[in-house]
């Protein structure tokens, strides 16, 4: 019989190496699943094919992992290294392969009490034919196949074959945890099955909905009824066209999700990411594949920095063997053909504001919740929009909200949000966004906007997709917000409620932040930035981009942050190949010269803000001890504790403020230790030896502490000024002096900054109970950002200030004889 298994190998690795062309997940085993190659592997699969030996064969001795038709010998025994968990249909009729799995799991169990060095690992291995959960009405989608069925789905499914491998089993534990009797054996194989039950569960999620029959029990539910009937009470309107309303918002609103479309969509995308990106980057994937194994409901909040975002998350989530999730679109996306290609892909269109309109948000909710009921992952951009200026922007609460109250219903399955970090070495849209910032006005999204893109498409470097830290939502609740599961009153809206949104939508943009990757680009970008003639020598940037690898690696701003492994020779070289990447070597007779020209730079701005965050506290800890040039470590300390309320509002920093001290000690340590300072007796100096390094690594923070000086200088001056008026001369001043000394940035004067700025001195005392400013502690504190800025900025904020004192002056003054000329014609009357 081995001999004629051998022959039927033989003959179906021939349309097998010309069919099927299967992909990893993950795509390096070893390495992702920690696996030990000096002891022994057994690989398991779920039923009896050939089929998939031999495809799980090839890819083995791809990936460097041992082959699985050749046998382990241990102890001089001579063990399979591959078992089937069921028989399934085979070609070749024998014996119950279950019975013999459990022999061999023994067989394996038993070894290990003789070996005490022993480890044998155990890993699941399943081969994805296809990705289709099949439809509420259909019939269900065939798990095991004959081998005519087999090579009908070699044909159709062959490019869309994964192979998936799930963490491995240590038998040394199972032995010493639970001892290596046959009934361990029983119950591995009974483990395995359910594992691999959930596994493709995971892969293909539920079956997709009947459209129709949604409809239907969506409009029955005593909400949208409630909605309905209150809609019919408004002037020209009745039951039967408020019902119509209905109808046609839930079509307005609901996805079509279609798999074939998805595939389609597999290849399409396939082939824009090779056309377009050199290598798209992904880091933390196990986190999520874990929660889908757990049953978790995910939700993914991605940050939004392009169009391209819903569709290379996506794409990355069905290659990791996951289901693409419903994504919650801009209705100004649904534009033909867009819209129903989107729509087929899984996007579900909301409008811009819900406000006045009861009927359109009691659909929207209830469609949200019924999603999350029948256990379809679900993707939403926290922040409202597009960021036009790399930022994070402050996020919107309302998806989360709703999110929230499902969850309060009651659902089967936990939920756990799972931030997402999206960054790119170039953003298709930038230039817009540039324009957008200097005043024109946004596109609305069209056919010919497609088209034009199109035209772009070119190679744009690198993207990365990093997963952060998810955040488990029952739990979290359950320590911050333990009385979320009172019972609720009827319509009522619970108390607790508004703070947790608040909450968990902080943690997130935290979490996004976390998990920030450092490329070359936006890493030589922000140095060039932090040079004020954006240029620097060949052989300064190559030190400064050392130096800043060298602090994120010894002193990491979080354990999730990706950093190149390049050397920076090498990152230089590839930026320098990147088409408008605005990098530009110079030569003289002293050698190079690279810089940034105007325009360039503030492009650049953009990537450089995508991990402003990881600057800023090594930053601040340069800036205090460049302008002071000797300075004690407390003093150092006490600087950053008072400034840094007001950065981790802005940039959504991790640290809490006890935390802090720790971090910068690192900081102050990882500078002596590269020399750029020195350290005697608690006290740091100026090493003047590599002063020009520690004023790039100062750079980074100065625009801040300038936007902080500018307002807190208005408040002293005029301490009686009301927080809009505050904001807005604040966004004045920021303009001019923006211009007068050539700072990049279009966010510089963003009023929404210099609005949670002034939040932030709400919050933190320095106005009073009735919003009057507590003049001494601002004064305090702007005494110690004059300290850290140059005697030329503060000459031109003071001078803008006399400025727009003089036009207060001219405006009361006109206002005064306005007055004064009313009452004269009033007494001549």
Known sequence: ??????????FLNIPLSLLVKS????????????????????????????????????????????????????????????????????FFKSKGAKSETETVFYRYLDLHRVNSQLDVQLIPVSVLWGRAPGKEKGLPVLRLLGPLQRLITMI?????????????????????????????????ARVAKMHFSKQRYSATGPRLPDREAMFNKLLQSPAILAAIED?????????????????????????????????????????????????????YAERVRKLALEGHELVYVPCHRSHMDYLLLSYILYHQGLVPPHIAAG???????????????????????????????????????????????????????????????????????????????????????????????HVLEVDT????????????????????????LRNLGQGFVNFGEPIQLNNYLNLHFPEWKAPLEEDARPKWLNNAVESVSKQVMVNINNAAAVNAKNL?????????????????????VESCVLLFKNVPYNKDITIPTETANEMLEHVLTLPRSGVIVEKDNFGEIIRLDRQSAILMTYYRNNIQHLFVLPSLVASIVLHHEAVSKDLIMQSVQRIYPFLQAELFLHFAEDQVRAHIEDILAEFSHQNIIKSES????????????????????????????????????????????????????????????????????????????????????????????????????????????????????????????????????????????????????
């Open 682 to 829: 608690e006290m740091f100096m100026i090493n003047r030896h590599r002063i020009r390094s520690l004023q790039l690594h100062a750079a980074t923070i100065r625009e801040l502490l300038q936007r902080y000086y500018i307002s807190l200088s208005i408040l002293i001056e005029q301490p009686d000024i009301s927080r809009n008026e505050l904001e807005k001369e604040s966004c004045s001043i920021a303009q001019r002096l923006s211009v007068l000394h050539g700072i990049n940035a279009p966010e510089f004067f963003d009023k929404s900054l210099f609005s949670t700025f002034s939040g932030t001195l709400k919050e933190q005392g320095y106005f009073d109970d009735e919003g009057n400013t507590v003049v001494n502690k601002v004064r305090d504190i702007e005494t110690l950002l004059r300290g850290l800025i140059s005697l030329e900025i503060q000459q031109t904020i003071q001078g803008a200030m006399v400025k727009m004192e003089e036009i207060h002056s001219t405006d009361e003054s006109k206002i005064e004889d306005s007055k004064v000329t009313k009452e004269l014609e009033e007494t001549v009357q």
């Open 433 to 456: 966004y540039a324009k957008e910032l200097r005043g024109a006005e946004k596109e609305k999204e069209n056919a010919g906007l497609v088209l034009r893109v199109i035209k772009k």
């Open 23 to 90: 992909r990893s997940i993950p795509t390096n085993p070893i390495e992702e699943l920690e696996l030990n190659p000096e002891q022994p592997f057994i690989y398991v699969l779920p039923y009896t094919s050939q089929t998939d030996l031999l495809i799980l064969q090839k890819d083995c001795l791809a990936l460097n992992l041992p082959d699985p038709l050749q046998p382990n010998e241990i102890e001089g025994q001579i063990l399979p290294r591959y078992v089937f968990l069921d028989e399934g249909r085979r």
């Open 524 to 544: 030589i970008g922000s140095i060039l930035l932090g040079s004020r003639q954006r240029s620097l020598t060949k052989e300064q940037l190559i030190e400064q």
């Open 156 to 188: 159709w499914f062959g490019r869309d074959n994964f192979i998936r491998f799930s963490q491995a089993v240590s038998l040394r534990y199972m032995v010493e945890t639970h001892g290596a009797d046959q009934g361990i054996a029983q119950k591995l």
């Open 1 to 10: 019989m081995s001999a004629l298994i051998n022959i039927y190998r033989k």
């Open 331 to 425: 209705i100004n996306l649904n534009f033909w053909p867009a819209g129903p290609i989107f729509r087929s892909w899984g996007a579900f269109f909301i409008r811009r504001t819900f406000k006045g309109n009861r009927l359109y948000s009691t659909i929207f909710r209830e469609y949200l919740a019924e999603l999350f009921y029948r256990g379809y992952s679900v993707e939403y951009f926290i922040e409202g929009g597009r960021s036009r200026t790399g930022r994070l922007l402050d996020p919107k609460t309302g998806m989360m909200s709703m999110t929230l109250q499902a969850l309060q219903r009651g659902l089967s399955r936990p939920i756990s949000i799972v931030p997402v970090y999206i960054g790119y070495e």
């Open 231 to 283: 809609e019919a009470q408004k002037p020209k309107s009745s039951p039967e066209k408020a019902r119509k309303e209905a109808e046609k918002i839930l079509d307005e609103i609901a996805a079509n999700v279609r798999h074939e479309s998805l595939r389609t969509a597999d290849r399409l995308l396939s082939w824009l990411w090779n056309k377009l990106y050199q290598g798209i980057n992904v880091q």
